[in-house]
């Protein structure tokens, strides 16, 4: 989590915005917020005299030194709540949540009074803009009801992370606890057994378990979130109302406004993107769903249908990866069977997290700090409830970096902890940066960093660091891996578009609180083809079945993390002097891109975007021609098999 925003946030990296010469949007400063809390309102009395540069710099950096203070507050707090969920870690957490809050509002709102004023250096100019469009939810003016707001992010966030699905028929998959009997009765009845998301997760990846099983863990998860189907509305409502306070729209509005353009053309951006890529997924989708066809039959899957969204591997049907055995081009060939090579090498998630480490490390950027090996949290702790759902933290905004993740010995986990570093590193890096500035280069840069090395993550590299034992060596083999990672990253690109196509249109009051499910399941159809297996009631809060949701973290940053980290990782590896097909290529162990990479994290937010993009690319606007071209022999062998399928749905 990045501390500076104000929900229970973790990664959530905020925003920043340019007022520059060129740039597009200016804020609208014909109707300035109305003053909160009664000092501000006392202000609004006396017109204050009007504001110069220098004030203005003193202003900026009074409010660095506050943010720096609230925020480590609220982190420490919210460590402390998200790795032991109790009512009082709650009360605290949420004491602390109110407080940043309130201060940031506060601290906005005062800002108006700058912001036009002639003389600004760029720097400051630039911090007002970040300070204003940075919060993820602003509070109301209204005491109780930012106070109210606070509760519901909390309680929303406790359900998720405490929530679980009793049943008799799924009480295989719970974990062995470790004061459970050590040998089962076979012929015992079965008990009813409390399943976490992480144990529902694994009925739904395993290709063993049945139709029927997969069925009810995906409908079973999704019972947690019915609770928060009335906060979430309400959540909706005070959220709008602190961001109409700061001038805008709506929360939606705030959270488009963050990328050095209009929202208005970052929504025009967006579709640009997904435009791009689009083909590819359709083909991907039209692939995967005929070898589902194979297995499930064709009154489960029919032709031109959507595909059923228990089938998919995962929870939410975003990454595709766990029914790669269902899906590989080239059966007989050998595949990249990471899992099991942590499993040979008897790897703990210690280890698999210094491999992470020294992923970084190869390429001349430092080693993690001392103490975070000793606070992060790496295991799922026993006896206790923790936020199991993985984030990088930094605790003080001067080296304590910290990750928590309830990490498996897996592939998918192995990934996951070159995410988090990439967070970590970040905040490394940025670390001289004033804190405004302590942000990603916008928020998609934040998410794409760790995941641009895990791109490097190749058979040869496996090789080298002994978790594999030959590189496949033909053609089909590496069509084989290709794919493997395209249910990752193709598959993932319609819903880290749709989530906040939904949070948009809920927050702009185009749907109702009474569509709130039917419009999330229009837009999983619509984007990634896929429905939910058995019919869906306004009763149901499915979106609330996502982290991200409850815990209010924005998500257009993972579409574009998808896209920019094939961007980066063309860029570095031309730095490395690498030619050829773009998926052969490893930066592990290069110091000529370490150096542009830890160039362009040192900008942190100071810079608008497409200037850090510059900075380690020479490009300057978002290209999915990177992914693209990553996958183009992928993409031919599925043009290729789905000649004759009738694709679409
Ligand atoms: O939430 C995450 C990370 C933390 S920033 C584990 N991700 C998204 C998700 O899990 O839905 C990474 C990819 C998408
Ligand atoms: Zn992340």
Redesign the pocket.
């Known amino acids: 989590m990045l501390p500076r925003s104000l929900f229970p946030l973790?990664?959530s990296v905020s925003a920043l915005a340019l007022i520059s010469a060129c740039s597009g949007y200016q804020p609208d400063t014909a109707s300035p917020p109305a003053p909160v809390g009664a000092q501000t309102q006392e202000v609004a009395a006396t017109p204050p005299p009007p504001a110069s540069a220098e004030e203005a710099a003193k202003f900026i950096a009074d409010v660095n030194e506050g943010l720096r203070k609230s925020y480590v507050e609220k982190a420490r707090a919210e460590w402390i709540q998200e790795t032991n969920i109790t009512p009082d870690t709650d009360a605290l957490a949420e004491q602390a949540r109110d407080a940043t809050m309130a201060y940031v509002t506060a601290k906005i709102k005062e800002s108006v009074r700058f912001r036009d004023v002639p003389g600004l250096s760029k720097d400051v100019a630039r911090q007002l803009e970040l300070l204003r469009r940075g919060t993820d939810l602003p509070a109301p003016n209204d005491d109780k009801e930012r106070r109210e707001l606070a509760s519901l992010a909390t309680a929303m966030g406790s359900t998720y992370g405490t929530g679980k699905y009793c049943s008799k028929s799924l009480a295989k998959f719970a974990k062995k606890k470790p004061d459970a009997p050590k040998v089962a009765v076979a012929s015992a009845p079965a008990q009813e057994v409390c399943l976490t998301l992480g144990e529902l997760s694994h009925v739904l990846e395993d290709p063993k378990s049945s139709y029927e099983e997969k069925l009810e863990a995906w409908k079973g998860w999704r019972t947690i979130s019915v609770p928060m189907r009335d906060q979430y509305q309400r959540f909706v409502e005070l959220g709008n109302k602190g961001a109409k306070d700061i001038g805008f729209s709506d929360l939606g509005e705030l959270w488009r406004a963050r990328y050095d353009m209009t929202p208005a053309e970052l929504e025009t951006d967006v579709e640009r993107l997904w435009q791009q890529v689009k083909p590819l997924y359709d083909d991907l989708h039209c692939y995967v769903r005929g070898e589902l066809q194979k297995k499930y039959g064709k009154d489960k899957i029919p032709d031109k249908g959507t595909i059923p969204a228990h089938l998919l591997g995962n929870m939410w049907s975003?990454t595709w990866g766990n029914i790669y055995p269902q899906v590989a081009p080239h059966k007989g060939e050998p595949s990249l069977d990471v899992t099991k090579g942590l499993l040979k090498k008897k790897m703990k998630p210690l280890d698999m997290m210094k491999t992470g480490e020294s992923f970084f490390t190869s390429l001349g950027m430092k080693s993690l700090p001392k103490t975070f090996w000793e606070r992060s949290m790496i295991e799922q702790p026993p006896g206790r409830e923790v936020v199991c759902?993985?984030?990088a933290w930094d605790l003080t905004f001067a080296g304590d970096v910290r990750v928590k993740m309830c990490t498996e010995v897996n592939e998918e986990d192995l990934i996951?902890i070159h995410?988090?570093l990439g967070h970590n590193y970040y905040f490394l890096y940025y670390n001289e940066q004033p804190i405004l500035f302590q942000e990603g280069a916008n928020d998609g840069f934040h998410?794409g960093i760790g995941d641009t090395l895990a791109l490097s993550v190749t058979p040869e590299y496996l090789v080298k660091i002994g978790l594999l034992e030959r590189a496949p060596g033909n053609d089909k083999a590496e069509l084989n891996v290709l794919m493997r990672r395209a249910l990752d990253k193709v598959a993932f690109l319609p819903f880290g578009l749709l989530i906040d196509k939904w949070r948009w249109d809920v927050f702009s009051g185009k749907t109702k609180p009474t569509q709130y499910n039917q419009a999330w399941w229009d837009l999983v159809q619509k984007y990634q083809g896929v429905s939910a297996p058995v019919a869906r009631s306004e009763a149901d809060f499915d979106p609330g079945a996502k982290?991200?949701v409850p815990a209010n973290v924005p998500y257009l940053r993972?579409f574009l993390a998808d896209i920019y980290q094939f961007q980066f990782h063309r860029a570095l590896c031309k730095a490395t002097g690498h030619t050829g097909p773009l998926h052969k290529c490893s930066i592990h162990g290069n110091k000529a891109a370490g150096d542009k990479l830890k160039a362009m994290l040192a900008l942190g937010a100071s810079q608008p975007w497409p200037e850090a993009m510059k900075a380690i690319s020479g490009e300057s606007k978002a290209d999915a021609s990177a992914i693209l071209g990553y996958f183009a022999p992928l993409s031919a062998y599925l043009k290729e098999q789905n000649k004759g399928r009738q694709c679409g749905w």
Do not use: V
């Open positions: 973790r990664f975003q759902h993985a984030s996951t995410h988090e998410e982290f991200h993972y």
